[in-house]
T-cell receptor, first 114, second 112 residues
Framework: DAGVTQSPTHLIKTRGQQVTLRCSPK?????VSWYQQALGQGPQFIFQ???????QRGNFPDRFSGHQFPNYSSELNVNALLLGDSALYLC?????????????FGPGTRLTVL | DQQVKQNSPSLSVQEGRISILNCDYT??????FLWYKKYPAEGPTFLIS?????DKNEDGRFTVFLNKSAKHLSLHIVPSQPGDSAVYFC???????????FGTGTSLTVIP
């Protein structure tokens, strides 16, 4: 089992550009959550997808959008990048009926905005 | 507003001694708490959790204590081992939600 995988590992963009990050959930999982972890901070919840719909959203602007595909994989899109968007973006997957402690995280995508 | 706080950015402990990591929260709607361990270049991995109906949960060398009246939880690692050196995050979940609220983390160094 490959666990949760994310691509790319690292990414460098400039201000104003758009970026797409990808996540493949652990086998058997149907729910994907995205988090932003800025340097020296804990992960901040962006949103969660289940059944191809956004199920819950954290306090992030509309520039952050996502998508979940029928195979449960997910994308995170960020438009009009700002310097402050530089962070580690973590994807976590779970099965909707499992307990909270069954959420597994991927290794993250490090985004640098110049 | 940071609803989960870890006020100690770092902690150093001798191998074999007890490590105590602390976490405070402000939201009384939180009813489930978790501790995650994170190594560099890896995602957080689940360590131990506790429901708000309990005040203690133990798993091997790891014990989590919850004091609901003080809105405080702690993670005890006994005995500490060099392989425990990592960043530890506490997280909390509301009883009606799916959103995890994380603290800022404590970097634990266990000195051989």
């Amino acid at each position: 089992d490959a666990g949760v995988t994310q691509s790319p590992t690292h990414l460098i963009k400039t201000r104003g550009q758009q970026v797409t990050l990808r996540c493949s959930p652990k086998s058997g999982h149907d729910t994907v959550s995205w988090y932003q972890q800025a340097l020296g901070q804990g992960p901040q919840f962006i949103f969660q997808y289940y059944e191809e719909e956004e199920r819950q959203r954290g306090n992030f602007p509309d520039r952050f959008s996502g998508h979940q595909f029928p195979n449960y994989s997910s994308e995170l899109n960020v438009n009009a990048l700002l310097l402050g968007d530089s962070a580690l973006y973590l994807c976590a997957s779970s099965f909707v009926r499992q307990a909270y402690n069954e959420q597994f995280f991927g290794p993250g995508t490090r985004l640098t905005v110049l | 507003d940071q609803q989960v706080k870890q006020n100690s950015p770092s902690l150093s402990v001798q191998e074999g001694r007890i490590s105590i990591l602390n976490c405070d929260y402000t939201n009384s709607m939180f009813d489930y708490f978790l501790w995650y361990k994170k190594y560099p270049a890896e995602g957080p991995t689940f360590l131990i959790s506790i429901s708000s109906i309990k005040d203690k949960n133990e798993d091997g060398r790891f014990t989590v204590f919850l004091n609901k009246s003080a809105k405080h939880l702690s993670l005890h690692i006994v005995p500490s081992q060099p392989g425990d050196s990592a960043v530890y995050f506490c997280a909390a979940v509301e009883n009606t939600g799916n959103q995890f609220y994380f603290g800022t983390g404590t970097s634990l160094t266990v000195i051989p």
